[in-house]
């Protein structure tokens, strides 16, 4: 079961393991969450990319330590490729590759943005359900005994929240199991 939360970007209060952050190698400097976090750490993720640890091409991930910077213990960095190419199928195949990611490095308490180019067409509440069906389309591969609990803070500017649980509402009514994911 995936348990969804919303959240504005208060990362110095946010509850979770993980912070999971997106970044596409072709947009610089970087935004949304992911430039707030970099902010908070000192540019740490700006000075990896200059110095060509990381690029941001499909299918990065790289895993850091806060070392007590923020209170989260954890960044999970995921490259998303060029901005241009990353479509809804795209969210779909993050939002899997994100919740698959987390459980192997024995994470279940999440936060991120949903992933994508601000200046791209799809309304942002079909952008967050197609983000939530990637995450619950790995969990309906789980049988009901081991299925994991993932509780997933979703972070955005307040003016997104409506379209933020019109995405839950509509994900939810998708999937035939619906005790897999709640919201509040």
């Given at each position: ?5 919303i959240s504005n970007f208060d990362i ?137 609990e993932i509780d997933l803070t979703l972070m955005d500017r307040e003016e997104r ?24």
């Amino acid at each position: 079961m995936v348990r969804v939360y919303i959240s504005n970007f208060d990362i110095e209060n946010i509850e979770c393991q993980t912070m999971v952050l997106g970044f596409f190698e072709d947009e610089r400097p970087l935004r949304g969450l992911t430039g707030l976090v970099d902010w908070k750490m000192n540019g740490l993720l700006s000075n990896m990319i200059i110095k060509g640890f990381c690029d941001g091409h499909k299918g990065e991930k790289i895993l850091i330590a806060t070392e007590g910077r923020l209170p989260f213990k954890k960044i999970l960095l995921m490259g998303l490729g060029k901005t241009e190419a990353f479509d809804l199928e795209d969210l779909a195949d993050t939002g899997k590759d994100m919740a698959e990611t987390a459980y192997k490095i024995g994470s279940t308490q999440l936060a991120t943005q949903v992933p994508g180019p601000e200046s791209r067409g799809a309304d942002y509440s079909k952008r967050v359900e197609r983000f939530i069906n990637g995450v619950l389309n790995w969990l309906s591969s789980f049988d009901d005994e081991n299925r994991p609990e993932i509780d997933l803070t979703l972070m955005d500017r307040e003016e997104r929240f409506d379209d933020i649980m019109a995405g839950l509402y509509k994900s939810k009514s998708f999937h035939k199991n619906k005790k897999i994911l709640s919201f509040t």
